[in-house]
């Protein structure tokens, strides 16, 4: 049985100030929680949410991670041993927001998979197909090869990723996949992990995002190869996100 995962992701969003509150307000309401529960918050107030949320359930992760494993002259970047080491339990890879506005192609997206793994930080593989493409009907097409690259450049531990089904229409848009919409996809891509193993299609969390809010996570959850959510602007209210996180049944 896949333990569900309810994650938000904050993106470049909030302060000291309005953590400790979302924090303190989120904390109490999810503890009864059916899922297993992370936030995703900007580098920076990571040693925050450590100390916030020492004791309770939720876990910590990174919005990115450098590609490169070794320490080195690499301004800016961020190492996988770097957040493992600052507590953080899981990064995303490959959110549409990196691939579309800082030009992270399919290798850049694999190496950093890579590279979290080696650190022991479980990378959240983000895939999805913008509007265009879904119009065409390129949808699996698109899934299928961001996801390929990842398995094929793994070694071995593939077993150790989770998934995220993020079509980039629905992202920030209000438009969210339909139950079936998002289903036939996460469908496809447990095929995909079978055609590597029948154990891996077994084991590895396929996450939907874009647009989940109370109103509709019930729903969504509910399909068979849904196994939780990747949640932006909505996991910025405790309320909201707390009721996300209460619909896993
Ligand atoms: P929204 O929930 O704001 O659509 O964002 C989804 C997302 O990008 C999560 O990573």
């Given at each position: 049985m896949r333990q569900k995962l309810v994650a938000g992701n904050w993106k470049m969003h909030g302060n000291s100030q309005s953590i400790r509150e979302l924090l303190a307000a989120l904390t109490p309401a999810v503890a009864e929680s059916a899922a297993e529960i992370a936030v995703i918050p900007p580098l920076v107030y990571v040693p925050l949410c450590v100390d916030l949320l020492a004791g309770s359930k939720l876990s910590i992760g990174a919005q990115t991670v450098s590609e490169q494993c070794d320490p080195g002259a690499y301004t800016g970047e961020v190492s996988a041993e770097m957040l493992a080491d600052s507590g953080c339990h899981y990064v995303l890879v490959g959110h549409s927001e990196r691939r579309s506005?800082?030009?992270?192609n399919d290798a850049l997206v694999a190496a950093k998979t890579e590279a979290a793994l080696n650190a022991k930080v479980l990378p959240i593989v983000c895939v999805g197909e913008t509007r265009e493409q879904r119009e065409a009907g390129e949808t699996l097409k698109v899934v299928g090869r961001q996801l390929d690259v990842v398995l094929a450049t793994l070694?071995?531990?593939?077993?150790?990723i989770t998934v995220a089904y993020e079509p980039v229409w629905a992202i920030g848009t209000g438009l969210t996949a339909t139950p079936e919409q998002a289903q036939e996809v996460h469908a496809f891509i447990r095929t995909q992990l079978a055609a590597h193993s029948a154990e891996l299609a077994d084991t590895v969390r396929i996450l939907y995002g874009g647009s989940v809010k109370a109103a509709n996570a019930a729903e969504l959850f509910a399909?068979?190869?849904?196994?939780?959510g990747l949640v932006g602007g909505a996991s910025l209210d405790a309320e909201e996100f707390a009721a996300i996180c209460n619909a896993i049944g």
């Open positions: 506005l800082y030009g992270e070694k071995s531990e593939h077993e150790k399909q068979p190869d849904i196994d939780g």
